[in-house]
């Protein structure tokens, strides 16, 4: 029998502020390496083989957003670099603004989960190359298992991941026992928050994924 927490979804956007941003900063472990995001590219592998939970070919970056013509230009940059990419690859990308504030990269590839590590960890490293490191918050790796999601989350600021595990139908639902078999299962292949404070919740507005 599964177990569940509920989150109010009152002050989202400053609880996401807190503890995917100012206050994760200030309490960091390690500085964020966007090679970390590499480990997505055997872990999915053993998510397949050992849990049953497949890749939905969905994964997305999450950044907040800069009034400057120099931001302006780096976003322009990371366009272009995931358009070229898109011709070799067939990963699809697109921009999208959520209600809470923040802007989103979706990429989208039923083919090839690797690509999808590739193309997030080039848009994540651009963004650092160009200065605005500080302002990625979070990059998300979508999995399902028999209707049961069971993400994996990578914070920037905490330079770790964590699995979120929302209940299908049910509103600000997560799945202790799923999130801490995701956990088990894959602690030393990925580097793990330790603290689960920091395991935070980014619940859509309406639909599947955080960024709908």
Known sequence: MSTATNSPPMGLLDSIRSVLGVRAERDA???ADPDDLFGMSTAYLTMEANLGFEPTGYAAL??????SHEFAGTVSDVRSILAEGEA????VS????DDHG???VVFQDDDDFEDLVTNVY???DTF???GYGSRLLAAVFAFEREGQPGDWIYSFRRG???????TPGAAHERDNQVELKLQSVLDGELEIEPDKEYWYPLWPSEGRHPWE
């Open 88 to 91: 070799e690859t067939g990963t």
């Open 122 to 124: 080039f848009a994540a």
């Open 94 to 97: 697109r921009f999208v603004d």
């Open 29 to 31: 472990t390690s500085d």
């Open 62 to 67: 999450c950044f907040g957003d800069v009034n």
């Open 160 to 166: 770790t991941f964590y699995p979120f595990a929302p």
């Open 128 to 130: 650092i190359e160009e």
């Open 102 to 104: 923040y802007r989103w």
